[in-house]
């Protein structure tokens, strides 16, 4: 934008200029000479006063803006934390404790976000009304699972159509009503009973948001490049949603249905289709595999049986770990090592401890020794580089994850137990499975990746 550009204020994540620097991304920093200010804040992801001051920065600058002025709005995920301002008599400290106590009792980023969108100036809708009569273009980067323009981030520069009743039904809901701040309660009933956005005066046509960043270009580009490879490739879902463990299942599943149509003598003659059945039957539980996505997938493995190829099952979405332990772990490293127990029954007879395929007695039939068991690798990664509270990505596994564990001398159960796949990952074979890309400058949620190839 070069001299167009007349000022700006960014709020980033406290520490993450220095984390860059240490990085050696200085390229993804501002110049000195830079006419946009840069403020730190919202540590632990959680909206705090520097923050607030930085909200403060932005609304003035929004406030003076006139006819002809052209606001350019970049949002990306952890916004709503970036972007605090409480309107009076309500407080950064009892919107906080409102959040809390909705995270607590189990709300959803959309459930958390509409409640939000009522307490504070800047969210649903709020920015693009402080920026009236100036134009807006919003650049958003989507980190909620379906990209609803009006939750990421709060929506600021989003029309909205959340109502006060909502809030207070939700805490009922919730059951949380009788804790929530007798300052939010006044707010919230003294509105008046309309959307914010019909009580806004904003022309939204001179607002345009525009989503440059979606876990669905982040997994087609991920096809792309698995194509590229000479895989045989799908995009599972955009939407993987769930407690990690069980979506660990599935992609374990899934592997030993690839496998089975990859590499004869995994199960004997007509037991074959039996298996494949079977296994299409424990599929069909999980919400993004349907019988026709089950149809695909069965006629990539038979293309890459003929081609003697792999196959590639690429996912993406957010799941949650209901964390009981309190070891140190996100919900990528947890899923790739639970995803990693589950797939040990692919290793050769001789080096199994949990055998599930079956010996073969018939002469004419391999053994299990003699069948090349499938190659596979799992991988499960945040897209902005970090997962959880810890400095890596996540994680990528093969059927002998456990058995390294075992030769460094950890018990992948007991580490799992207590949530801390991170300090299991870094302790077998030297971290040599984590996947360490540093910030990555964007956050698309996550991406899960399973490679199935016919054994060697
Ligand atoms: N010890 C742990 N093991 C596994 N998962 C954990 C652990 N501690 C926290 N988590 C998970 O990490 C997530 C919180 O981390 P973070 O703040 O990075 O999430 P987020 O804000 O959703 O991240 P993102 O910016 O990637 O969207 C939660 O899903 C939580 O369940
Ligand atoms: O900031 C937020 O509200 C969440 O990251 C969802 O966008």
Same mark, same amino acid.
């Given at each position: ?118 307490? #504070? ?9 402080? +920026?009236?009569? $100036?134009?807006? /273009? =919003?650049?958003? @980067?989507? !980190? ?96 993987? #949603? ?9 992609? +374990?599943?899934? $592997?030993?249905? /690839? =496998?089975?149509? @990859?590499? !004869? ?192």
């Amino acid at each position: 934008m070069g001299s167009h550009l007349v000022r700006g204020v960014i709020s980033v994540p406290s520490g993450v200029v220095t984390a860059l620097v240490e990085a050696g991304k200085e390229d993804m920093l501002l110049s000195s000479q830079s006419r946009i200010r840069v403020m730190e804040g919202a540590k632990d992801n959680l909206p705090d006063q520097a923050a607030q001051a930085a909200a403060q920065e932005i609304h003035t600058l929004a406030n003076g803006l006139q006819d002809g002025d052209l606001l350019v709005v970049l949002i990306s995920g952890g916004g709503s934390a970036l972007l605090p301002a409480p309107i009076a008599p309500v407080t950064l400290d009892e919107v906080m404790d409102v959040t809390r106590r909705m995270a607590r009792a189990g709300a959803s980023i959309v459930q958390l976000n509409a409640v939000r969108k009522q307490l #504070e100036a800047l969210k649903g809708g709020g920015l693009a009304e402080a +920026a009236q009569p $100036a134009r807006v /273009i =919003s650049l958003i @980067l989507s !980190d909620v699972i379906g990209d609803p323009l009006d939750f990421i981030a709060s929506g600021p520069t989003v029309p909205d159509r959340t109502t006060p009743e909502e809030c207070l039904d939700l805490f009922a809901q919730l059951s949380i009503q009788d804790s929530i701040p007798e300052s939010v309660k006044t707010l919230l009933t003294s509105t008046k009973s309309e959307t914010q956005d019909q009580a806004r005066s904003v022309d939204w046509s001179r607002v345009h948001n525009v989503l440059v960043g979606t876990n669905k270009i982040a997994c087609e580009k991920a096809k792309e490049t698995s194509d590229e490879l000479g895989y045989q490739s799908i995009i599972l879902s955009t939407e993987q #949603e769930g407690e990690a463990r069980e979506v660990s299942q599935m992609f +374990a599943t899934l $592997a030993s249905y /690839i =496998s089975h149509l @990859l590499v !004869d003598g995994l199960s004997s003659g007509n037991n074959r289709e039996e298996e494949i059945q079977k296994l299409e039957r424990s599929l069909l539980v999980y919400p993004s595999l349907s019988v026709d996505k089950l149809k695909e997938i069965r006629q990539l493995a038979v293309r890459a049986k003929e081609m003697q190829r792999g196959v590639c099952i690429i996912s993406g979405g957010e799941t949650t770990v209901m964390v009981k332990g309190n070891g140190r772990g996100g919900r990528n490293q947890e899923m790739a090592v639970s995803a990693a127990l589950e797939l040990q029954r692919f290793l050769p007879a001789s080096a199994q401890t949990d055998l599930t395929v079956q010996k073969q007695d018939s002469s004419t039939s391999k053994t299990c020794d003699e069948i090349s068991p499938p190659s596979i690798v799992f991988l499960a990664a945040g897209t902005d580089g970090q997962d959880g509270p810890t400095p890596v990505a996540g994680a990528v596994v093969s059927p002998r994850f456990c058995e390294q564990a075992q030769s460094s001398g950890v018990n992948v159960i007991e580490f799992l137990d207590r949530n801390d796949s991170y300090n299991l990952l870094t302790q077998v074979d030297e971290g040599a499975n984590l996947v360490v890309p540093g910030l990555t400058g964007t956050n698309v949620m996550d991406i899960q990746v399973l490679l199935v190839k016919p054994g060697v």
